[in-house]
Every structure is written in structure tokens, then in C-alpha cells.
């Protein structure tokens, strides 16, 4: 179901209303070395009672569900001293997964699960036309805009600029250079080298800054290093420099104070006070100038200086001395204004992330960062329809592109919240960037999931049993090139490229002995049998595909989070006869420690699904995650039987996209977006371009939704087509 919508039978078409239940756990205090866990409550006897649910839903006393409204956790009600804590379980499964039982008591240490601190946290991909190249190649030469009647933003600072040649491109002043021979490339090469660092952090602050003016919470990372005079945002109100200094006028000190600085030293006192004190004059009447002020106007601002103390009297020698010691002042009180600029920036704090215990800061506030993987590189002209007027262009190498990656706070997953706040941001990307049309490589949209309070190691089996069979076909909602064999270098498959898959069945005789030692020792015998026997509860072996039996059976048999994560993580080098140092990512990257319960101090503690094509189509991304969510609540809080049922059924659905998110009762009309005809070729989603982007409009359009223009946008005629 939809978390937070009370209509059961019309969210999850055929499955009836929940039952509820409430089961007290007898435990004697004497077991705990220390105070019961905070996810615990006791009574005034000995029982403890879990704050737990197996639907992630509190109930309320009469029976009926809880109602959840505004996205908060909506307390029990309270009976006496003792609260009362129905549990939600699937029709008829009274055997939950946060019951303790005798034989998952290890793997399933209490935790409280529910479902609105669940996290989900994305990161968006692009690749930005930041300025147009300086482009011999280009039509007629030179510098010009590639589509000047795209209104939207360009750097005419950063245009006149020389930067490496641009992929599929050589460059002709450099081959000039080489023939004639000498130093002269290699500062050329520097010269580019320092242009393009001050590329990657003007963009990244232009996006910063974009976000932060209609009202986003961004973060400004740490390395950057460009002060004021380096903007040029037609949308900051910055004054002509040279008229407000011409007519700032101000007061000499005293002119009885004129030639005793030789004596007495009272002029110094004197020019440090004038100093101070002028300094807080610029910033009240200079527009702030020790914060947006230019370096190079400050000799503009010392010749002032001089020539108010020489129009009150004061001598050229005095005159000096006292500019000095006001430059050095400013240059001063620049520095501190601007630490404490930065300093309020890096801790910028959205109201709306989920309150995590150990959160970094970096994740309570959208921020941007440079991805280098995102570089067009493979866009070559076979990717574009070049019309006839532009034949002959490189598009990719007509602009100077930055590889951006949007990183957006911890959110709950599953609220309206957050799923607003994302149309928000890229609406706001889109609206006022250039940004390219999806791409058949180089982007990627990442989605991060995680609780508030952490995984149990049962968690994490149930998610590694589940992904591992339906990934084959939950891989057909996005692009046929993300499925492609070159992609599994990034976004490889859990049963073929993590090392414990490369372990049991590599055909590699030098990688499979490799990626074995590098797994940490696996469980006794004894402790085999006994998680073989945990296993039994939830997956019926023999109803799996027998090609994942073996996988799955290992999965099982680990008694901790680390030594499972180890055996997830990509494994060495795939191909050739020798083992390399590169590893391979896993589309589902698990980045998870602890021993049976994660612990956040160590890692970001998230399954990060790495599956789906770059986009800032927010409706697109919202589906996707509601996707994903379902997923999450099986390996969450499906009890037992429920999840044996659908393991059960997943065999039948292999291949078959609409009944496995069916099977996952998906939300229908997530399932109509993924379905309709108009997004699917081949069994694959497409785009309107059929994957080959138009050179005349290669960037996507204004707005949240499609990529492509609103005619584009999802809308249901027959939702029943999709139930």
C-alpha cells in the first residue's frame, strides 16, 4: 500500500484490510547488560513491548489503522500505564518479523520500523551547457551561442576562455603549437588546466546559489575557493563599482592630531581606529563591499582614502601610512566576512530532512558537487538528429559542459513532502539551465534507501533474496541501455558481479579463487543448519529459479552485516585471464556495517539503486522511487509467510515487467507510466526521440515533467488497463 492512505482496497487493488494484533514479549531485565533498547517500551512488570510494526502502521485502540496525516508518526493512544501497541500484519501472518522468535533472534534485533523515517535520498545527474566553446570548427568561427534562442542561462565570463579540446574533437592550436615545438603548449595547457577548475566551481556555485534564491536549502561544499568579484548572475543587483566609490565621501580624524605619530605614536592608534572604523562604513553605505566588493576595486578605494586626508590637511607621508593600514584592514575584514559567508552556507539545514542520530551535515541540505563520469563522452553526431542547416557540427563539442550531480538531503521516503520538494528542484534546474536531453550513456539517477534507525542483518537478507530475482526484469522500466553489457561495470547484476556470485560460479578460475579470499569466513557447519532453517521461514528453496539457489542458500548462511556487505560489494576485475584492482559497482550498492544491526557512526548505512537513466523529470523520479518503496516494505516488514508468498510467485512473473509490479502491488498508476505504450519500445522505456536527440532542441524543456515538452506528460485515460 501507499503509506499514509487509509483506503486499503482501493490502494492495493484484491489484497483485504490488515488485522491487527497485539503481542506482549515477555523478557526478564536480568537479560539486558545494560538499559532496555530506546526501541523498547516497559510496563511496571517485566514485559517489553516492541514499537514495532510488521506494516510499518501503529493502530489505534478500536482496531481500525492509525491515521497518518502531514507526514507525522501519530502516537497510541494510552491505557493506564501501560500503551497499547497493536501490530499490523498481513491478512492472517501472525508470525512477524519483529515477533522474537527462537531461531532469528540474532538476525532480527528490535528495531523500530516505522515507515515514515524511512529514508530515501537521490542524486541527480547532468550534464550543463555552461558556456559556448571557442570553436574553430564552429560555424562561421569563433564564439557564438549555439542556440541563441534558448533564453536560458550562459557564461559570457567563461566563453572567451580556452579549455581542452572537447571530446571527438582535436584541437588544431594545440597541433600548431606541437610542430613549432618549445614551452608554449605546455603553459597552454595549464592555462586550460586553471580555466576549466574555475569552470567546475563557478558552476557549481551558480547552481548553488540558483537553488538557494527560490528558496532551497543548499549547502556549498567546502573546496570552494572563488570570491564575489568572480559572479557574474544577472540576477544579483551588483552596483558599478567605480560610481559608488567616487561618491562615498567621509571625514579625516582630527587635524590636531596631524605630525605626532613621530613623536608618540598617537597617529598609529589613530590610523588603526580610522581603519576600523571606515571598514564598517563601506559595509553599511559600499554595499556590503567587504563581502561582494572586488579585490581590484580596493586601490580605487586607498586613492579615495588619500584624497579625503589630503583635503583635510593632512600631509603625504600621514596620507599613506593611513591607506596602508586601511588596506590591510579591509583585505582583513574581507577575509573574516567571507569565512563566515561560507561558514553559514556549509551548514545550511533543510527544514524538511529526517532527523537522523549521526547525521553528517552534508545530508540535511541539498548540495552540489562535480561527477567527472558525467562528460558526454560517446554522444558522438550518430546520437543527434543534425538537421541540414548544422550539418558538419560536433554537438557535443559546441559548448563547455559541466558534469553536475544534484545531491538532495535525507527525506522521508514515501511523503508528499518529499516528493514536492523534488518537482521544486528540478523545476528550478530546468527552468533556468541549459541542461541535455537524456543520454544513452554517461548519466544516472541514484536513489538512496535507509531508516532512521538503521538495518537488522534479516533486512538485508530479505532485500539481497528479493533484488537478486526480479532485477533481471525490474531492469525493463528504464532505458534498454541501461541494461546493456557495458553497463555492468557500474551497474552490475547481484548474482554475476558481487564477489560472493564471482566466488561460487565464475568461469574464471583466477577470479573466483580471488574474490573468495577476499570474503571473510562464512558460518560453521552447525550455523549453517541453523540459518538454512531461518531461511526455510521465508523462502521456499525449490520454488527459486534453480540458477539463484546456490546464491541465495550463502545469502542466508551469514551471520553478520560486514561479512554479508563484503561478499555484496563488487567484485575484482570481470574480464581477462588476470585479476585486476578494479572493482566493479553493483546496481544495488550496499554500503551498510554493523554486526546484526547497522551501525551509522562507520557509513551512510543506505542500499543506493544505481539503475535508472539521468533525468530531472521529477514525475518520472517519483515513480521510480514508489517502485523502489514497495520493495522496502517486503524487506522491511512483510512477515514470514507473506514474504514466502511472493517469493513463491516472483518464478512466474520473471520476464513479465506489468505482473512483476503487480506482483509488488505497485501503485496502479505508477504501473500505467512504466506500461503506457507511448514510453515503451521493445519491452524497454524510450523517449519521444526514440533515443536520438534533436541537435535543433537538445536541452530539456522549462518545467518539472517530461524532458521532452508537456504533450509528453503521463496522463491515465483507463486506469483499469493498469490494475
Known amino acids: 500500500m501507499e503509506y499514509g492512505d487509509e483506503n486499503w482496497d482501493n490502494a492495493i487493488p484484491g489484497m483485504s484490510s490488515p488485522t491487527l494484533t497485539a503481542v506482549p514479549l515477555t523478557r526478564h531485565l536480568g537479560e539486558w547488560s545494560s538499559d532496555p533498547p530506546f526501541d523498547w517500551l516497559l510496563d511496571e512488570g517485566t514485559n517489553l513491548y516492541p514499537i514495532v510494526d510488521s506494516e510499518g502502521t501503529s493502530g489505534s485502540k478500536d482496531g481500525g489503522p492509525a491515521k497518518v496525516q502531514d507526514d507525522s508518526w501519530v502516537e497510541p493512544e494510552e491505557k493506564g500505564s501501560l500503551i497499547d501497541l497493536p501490530q499490523i500484519t498481513s491478512e492472517k501472518d501472525s508470525d512477524r518479523d519483529d515477533e522474537m522468535g527462537d531461531v532469528d533472534d540474532d538476525d532480527n534485533p528490535p528495531l523500530f520500523t516505522d515507515p515514515a523515517e524511512d529514508e530515501d ?9 555552461v558556456c559556448p566553446r571557442r570553436n574553430k570548427r564552429s560555424r562561421g568561427g569563433g564564439i557564438k551561442d549555439p542556440h541563441p534562442g534558448d533564453r536560458r542561462w550562459q557564461s559570457k565570463r567563461l566563453a572567451g576562455r580556452v579549455y581542452h579540446p572537447a571530446a571527438d574533437e582535436s584541437d588544431s592550436e ?36 540558483l537553488l538557494r534564491w527560490h528558496g532551497v536549502s543548499a549547502m556549498e561544499e567546502k573546496d570552494t575557493h572563488l570570491d564575489g568579484s568572480e559572479s557574474e548572475l544577472s540576477d544579483e543587483d551588483l552596483p558599478n563599482w567605480d560610481d559608488v566609490i567616487a561618491d562615498f565621501a567621509m571625514s579625516p580624524p582630527f587635524k590636531g592630531m596631524i605630525g605626532k605619530s613621530a613623536k608618540d605614536g598617537l597617529s598609529g592608534q589613530m590610523a588603526t581606529q580610522f581603519a576600523k572604523d571606515h571598514c564598517k562604513a563601506y559595509r553599511a553605505e559600499l554595499w556590503n563591499f567587504p563581502i561582494k566588493g572586488p579585490r581590484n576595486k580596493i586601490p580605487s578605494l586607498l586613492a579615495k582614502v588619500r ?19 586601511f588596506r590591510s584592514d579591509l583585505i582583513d575584514e574581507k577575509s573574516i566576512a567571507r569565512v563566515q559567508r561560507l561558514g553559514s552556507l556549509q551548514s545550511a539545514m533543510d527544514p524538511d530532512h529526517l532527523p537522523v542520530v549521526g547525521l553528517k551535515d552534508s545530508y540535511k541540505a541539498w548540495r552540489v558537487v562535480e561527477d567527472t563520469s558525467v562528460d558526454g563522452a560517446g554522444m558522438v553526431p550518430e546520437r543527434y538528429n543534425i538537421p541540414a542547416h548544422r550539418e558538419g557540427e ?20 514515501g511523503s508528499e513532502t518529499t516528493y514536492n520538494n523534488i518537482r ?12 541535455h536531453k537524456p543520454m544513452e550513456v554517461s548519466t544516472g539517477f541514484h536513489v538512496h534507501l535507509g531508516h532512521k534507525h538503521g538495518w537488522a542483518l534479516l533486512h538485508l537478507k530479505k532485500f539481497i533474496t528479493l533484488w537478486s530475482l526480479i532485477e533481471d526484469t525490474l531492469i525493463h522500466v528504464h532505458r534498454k541501455d541501461r541494461g546493456a553489457p557495458r553497463m555492468a561495470r557500474w551497474c552490475g547484476k547481484m548474482t554475476e558481479r558481487s564477489k560472493l556470485a564471482c566466488a561460487i560460479r565464475d568461469d574464471n578460475t583466477g577470479v ?10 562464512m558460518a560453521s557447519p552447525e550455523t549453517k543448519a541453523r540459518y538454512n532453517a531461518l531461511m526455510s521461514k521465508y523462502v521456499l528453496i525449490n520454488s527459486v529459479d534453480e540458477q539463484y539457489q546456490e546464491f541465495i542458500r550463502e545469502v542466508w548462511e551469514f551471520t553478520k552485516i560486514d561479512d554479508l556487505m563484503d561478499a555484496m560489494a563488487g567484485s575484482t576485475e570481470y574480464y581477462g585471464s588476470s585479476v585486476g584492482t578494479a572493482h566493479n559497482r553493483l546496481a544495488a550498492r550496499m554500503r551498510i556495517e554493523g554486526d546484526k544491526k547497522s551501525e551509522r557512526d562507520y557509513t551512510m548505512q543506505t542500499i543506493e539503486i544505481r539503475t535508472m537513466q539521468g533525468t530531472c523529470d521529477a514525475e518520472h523520479i517519483i515513480h521510480w522511487m514508489k517502485v523502489l518503496e514497495r520493495i522496502i516494505y517486503y524487506t522491511r516488514r512483510a512477515g514470514p509467510r507473506e514474504f514466502s508468498k511472493l517469493i513463491q510467485e516472483v518464478k512466474g512473473n520473471s520476464g513479465n515487467l506489468k505482473g512483476m509490479l503487480s506482483l509488488l502491488r505497485v501503485p496502479a498508476h505508477t504501473i500505467g507510466f512504466f506500461m503506457d505504450r507511448t514510453n515503451r519500445e521493445e519491452d524497454w522505456f524510450i523517449y519521444p526521440d526514440r533515443d536520438y536527440v534533436d541537435w535543433d532542441q537538445p536541452f530539456m524543456v522549462r518545467g518539472h515533467e517530461a524532458t521532452h515538452g508537456v504533450q509528453y506528460n503521463f496522463v491515465p485515460l483507463d486506469m483499469s488497463l493498469y490494475e
Open 121 to 129: 535520498a537521490i542524486e541527480l545527474e547532468f550534464l550543463l551547457a
Open 174 to 209: 594545440d597541433e600548431e603549437i606541437v610542430n613549432e615545438g618549445g614551452d608554449e603548449l605546455e603553459e597552454r595547457r595549464e592555462v586550460q588546466q586553471d580555466n576549466e577548475w574555475r569552470l567546475v566551481n563557478y558552476s557549481k556555485r551558480r547552481i548553488n546559489k
Open 512 to 521: 573466483k579463487r580471488n574474490n573468495y579470499s577476499m570474503m571473510r569466513a
Open 307 to 325: 584624497d579625503n586626508l589630503r583635503a583635510g590637511g593632512w600631509p603625504d607621508r600621514d596620507c599613506q601610512s593611513m591607506a596602508e593600514r
Open 424 to 435: 521544486k528542484v528540478c523545476g528550478i534546474l530546468r527552468n533556468s539551465l541549459r541542461i
Open 394 to 413: 560536433v554537438p557535443i563539442a559546441q559548448y563547455q559542459w559541466f558534469g553536475a550531480e544534484v545531491v538532495s538531503p535525507v527525506y522521508r521516503a
